[in-house]
Each structure stands twice: as structure tokens, then as C-alpha cells.
């Protein structure tokens, strides 16, 4: 269900990030693994980022 997503956490290279969903927020150019799950990260992907980009991660929670 939608409201599932926010009893997700979010993790940015293995550290506690804060509960999903996350906006706007603002990172240095480089690689970065971000996990999503309840009680510990259950689904990661990885992001580079350069100087001034934008990107947005999704995760089909459906499958947790």
C-alpha cells in the first residue's frame, strides 16, 4: 500500500539516513549506496552524482 512507504527507512552508505520518503536533498559530487528497508536496508542501488546534478531513486517497495 502506499502509506507502506513510510515505515521504510533510508540508508546512504550503510548509515541511517532518515524514514522515506526524502526530498530535496542536497549531496557532493560522488558514488553513493542508497538502501531502503524497515529494520535494516533490504534493497540498494547505486548513485553517481556530479557536480550540480539531480537525480531521483526510486524503489518498488511492493516486493518487500
Same mark, same amino acid.
Given at each position: #500500500? ?9 540508508? &546512504? !552508505?550503510?548509515? =541511517?539516513?532518515? =524514514?522515506? =520518503? +526524502?526530498? @530535496?536533498?542536497?549531496? #557532493? =559530487?560522488?558514488?553513493?549506496? &542508497?538502501?531502503?528497508?524497515?529494520a535494516?536496508? *533490504? !534493497?540498494?542501488?547505486?548513485?553517481? +552524482?556530479?557536480? @550540480?546534478?539531480?537525480?531521483s531513486?526510486?524503489?518498488? +517497495? *511492493? #516486493?518487500e
Open positions: #500500500a502506499a502509506s507502506d512507504v513510510y515505515k521504510r527507512q533510508i540508508w &546512504i !552508505n550503510g548509515k =541511517p539516513w532518515g =524514514p522515506a =520518503p +526524502l526530498k @530535496g536533498e542536497s549531496m #557532493a =559530487p560522488g558514488t553513493y549506496k &542508497i538502501s531502503v528497508g524497515q535494516g536496508p *533490504t !534493497n540498494t542501488k547505486v548513485v553517481r +552524482l556530479k557536480a @550540480g546534478q539531480r537525480k531513486v526510486h524503489f518498488d +517497495l *511492493t #516486493a
